[in-house]
């Protein structure tokens, strides 16, 4: 798989940003960065993919199923309804669709997925071996999501 180059770094959004016509929902294959068989994927579903101002808040990447496989994540916006699919970049280690409660999605590490836990409780993550995905309804509150043992299970994000 071509490496993907679009990495999305945490923001502070305030209720004011969403409102702003900055936030809108865009054609998959307006994301050059995205490999071709993932816009294809994405319009076949017929997808539209968050995004505010620059940031392509709809797309991540990340190691979300063993160390060294890259995959992409990307929010799939359709009839008012968002999930996540995921493209793997190896073996499949969970399904390749989930819901999405947010707008924003980004991967998150081993030190971010014990530190929420820590500072907030929640469910008690499992060994961390891998990277995630922290699903963002954005100004409000996050899940993280990550694959174990065949099944997503959510995680503490932030509130």
């Known amino acids: 798989m071509k490496p993907f180059s679009l990495f999305v770094s945490f923001l ?7 409102a702003s016509s900055d ?6 294959n307006s994301i050059s960065d995205l490999p ?24 991540t ?10 995959d992409v994540a990307v929010i799939c916006t359709r009839n008012n ?27 998150v590490d081993k030190q971010y997925i014990l530190g929420h836990f820590a500072a907030y409780g929640g469910n008690k993550p499992p060994k961390i071996t891998h990277q995630a995905i922290n699903d963002h309804y954005l100004g409000k509150a996050s899940i993280v999501k990550y694959c174990h043992q065949g099944e997503w299970i ?6």
């Open 36 to 59: 071709p068989h993932v816009i294809s994927a994405l319009e076949k579903e017929k997808c539209l993919v968050p995004k505010w101002g620059y940031q392509f808040g709809g797309v």
């Open 12 to 18: 502070i959004f305030s209720p004011s940003i969403l």
């Open 81 to 107: 309804h968002s999930r996540i699919l995921v493209f793997w970049g190896g073996p499949a280690g969970c399904s390749s669709e989930m819901d999405s409660i947010g707008q924003f999605i980004s991967t």
């Open 61 to 70: 990447e990340g190691e979300f199923a063993r160390p060294g496989q890259r």
């Open 23 to 28: 936030f809108t929902s865009i054609a998959p």
């Open 154 to 159: 959510e995680l503490t994000g932030a509130d």
